[in-house]
């Protein structure tokens, strides 16, 4: 046996690190296992938007979650720091989705008003504002700009470095971080589970498994149907600029060393994390209809990474019933939910009662009966 902890997290991404950060800030011993730099990794390869308007529009639990996440960021930012952690650039400033034309206008006011009708969505506080305002806001934006929805809710921080942060922070509560651990097998072992990996046999008193889009064939051996699949979104970089962007864009965003990240598309191109260059030119010319300045910026870097996509995009949360003790976890938006992962949903692990809390989460909403 290469290992027995409390409990076993297989996948240190986004999720199983924030699961597992906090799992031991309750004092819980953890072992993640990893695969390493060879998986998919969508946490490697996204765009650190801490955002909340748009978010749970057929779904009010996830707007209600979602803004719960925001609200916890900046002590869970805090509270890695004070565990050997490092500053994650966090900025919670607000945030627009800019329109193009009047139709774009018309459809984000319909997604407020319909959000706003939601039983239960809670307050994300999201308003339309006209051309004029939005020009106050951002002088550079172009002609075809037609308003915004804007949200104060909205952020960003540095996502690598969110990731490191939780590494650390979690290494300093004695989680253990096996990397090359690619995990091939899970199974029931007693009144535990045991993990046979590429590392060796690791067993664990509890079971979380939050391997990003890997969850569909490994969930299954413990009871579980998660049936999430990749979605390819491109990432490009352009050299330093001069201040442009003052607020955060849902599609683009200026750092702090004045490099311009946009890129906010969705492909399903199966397990393919090459680039298409057709895609990256639709990207580059969208964003120059909004930022005409950025006709000449020269693109530096570009990435593509595979999102993990729920059929209907939300987050599926479920312990197994067969396998009680057994929890996959799920989410495309793993960046804005991990300060509710870490602080929320990891302390519910550990006291029970997850499927009552996090009912709407459930793998279950896609089993239609046959009556039905
Ligand atoms: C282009 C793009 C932009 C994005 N932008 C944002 C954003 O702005 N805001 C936001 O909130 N989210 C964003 N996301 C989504 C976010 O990155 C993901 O929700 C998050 O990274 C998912 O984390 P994860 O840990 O579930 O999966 P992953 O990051 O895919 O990590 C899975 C981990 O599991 C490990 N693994 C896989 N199989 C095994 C195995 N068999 N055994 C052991 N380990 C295994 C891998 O090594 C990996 O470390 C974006 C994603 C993409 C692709």
Request: with cysteine; glycine share 12%; proline share 5%.
């Amino acid at each position: 046996m290469a290992g027995s902890s409390d409990v076993i997290v297989v996948g240190g991404g986004l999720v199983g690190s924030a699961v597992a950060y906090g799992l031991a800030r309750e004092g819980a011993s953890v072992t993640i296992l990893d695969e390493g730099d060879v998986a998919f990794r969508a946490s490697r390869g996204n765009f650190g938007l801490v955002w909340v308007q748009g978010k749970g529009d057929g779904m009010p639990d996830y707007a209600s979650w979602t803004r719960r996440s925001k609200d916890l960021y900046s002590g869970f930012a805090e509270g890695m720091l004070e565990h050997n952690g490092r500053d994650i650039e966090l900025k919670q400033e607000g945030g627009l989705e800019l329109c193009l034309g009047e139709e774009s206008f018309r459809e984000n006011e319909e997604e407020i008003r319909r959000m706003h009708n939601q039983p239960g969505v809670g307050e994300n506080d999201r308003r339309m504002i006209d051309a004029d305002e939005v020009r106050r806001i951002m002088p550079f934006v172009g002609p075809e700009v037609t308003g915004a929805s804007f949200s104060p809710h909205d952020g960003h921080v540095n996502p690598l470095y969110l990731l490191r942060s939780l590494h650390a922070a979690a290494q300093q509560l004695g989680v253990r971080y096996v990397s090359g651990a690619r995990t091939l097998s899970i199974a029931k072992d007693g009144d535990g589970f045991r993990a046979e990996t590429g590392a060796g046999t690791f067993r664990g008193g509890k079971l979380v498994i939050a391997a990003g889009i890997a969850n569909k064939w490994l969930a299954p051996m413990v009871g579980l149907d998660i049936p999430v699949k990749p979605n390819r979104g491109h990432i490009l970089i352009t050299e330093r600029m001069q201040p442009i962007m003052p607020m955060l864009l849902v599609n683009a965003r200026q750092t702090a060393d004045g490099t311009i990240n946009f890129g906010n598309s969705h492909e399903d191109a199966g397990y393919d994390t090459s680039i298409n260059p057709t895609k990256l030119g639709e990207i580059a010319r969208n964003v120059v209809r909004y930022f005409p300045i950025l006709k000449n910026a020269r693109i530096v870097r570009t990435w593509s990474a595979l999102r993990v996509m729920a059929p209907d995009g939300f987050p599926i949360y479920r312990e197994s019933e067969t396998a009680p003790g057994a929890f996959s976890i799920s989410c495309h938006s793993g960046v804005t939910l991990a300060a509710a992962h870490a602080l929320d949903l990891a302390p519910t692990i550990l006291k029970g009662g997850f499927n009552e809390r996090f009912a709407a989460f459930s793998s279950e909403r896609f089993h239609v009966s046959p009556a039905a």
